[in-house]
């Protein structure tokens, strides 16, 4: 194997493995809402009717919207530093293939 396939070979696995981690942190976002949600519906529906005050509700129903504001927001900074890092990794191996290439 020469040097432009190792390089290749080890562009594309980093790439993959900067892919992979994007889909897993897309997963945990969603199944991090998901569960805030179902925390909102179940406290909704058990305590709608023993819940005098629906100030106490809103609350709450509040709280929980930051939470999944908060997902969103970490999500997004999580995805930028991953975007960083391919851009850094696609720097550097167009800047070895040129050096493969002058030599």
Do not use: P
């Not at 889909?23 to 805030?36: F, G, P, Q």
């Amino acid at each position: 194997m020469d040097k432009q396939e190792e390089l290749d070979m080890e562009y594309r696995l980093k790439k993959r493995a900067y892919e992979e981690e994007e889909d897993e942190l897309y997963k945990y976002r969603d199944k991090a809402v998901s569960s805030i949600e179902e925390v909102q519906e179940r406290s909704h529906y058990y305590l709608k009717n023993y819940v005098s005050d629906s100030e106490g509700l809103r609350q709450g129903f509040q709280q929980t919207e930051h939470l999944i504001e908060d997902v969103w927001e970490s999500t997004k900074e999580e995805l930028k530093k991953i975007s960083k890092k391919v851009e850094d990794l696609d720097e550097d191996y167009y800047r070895r293939l040129r050096k493969i290439n002058e030599n």
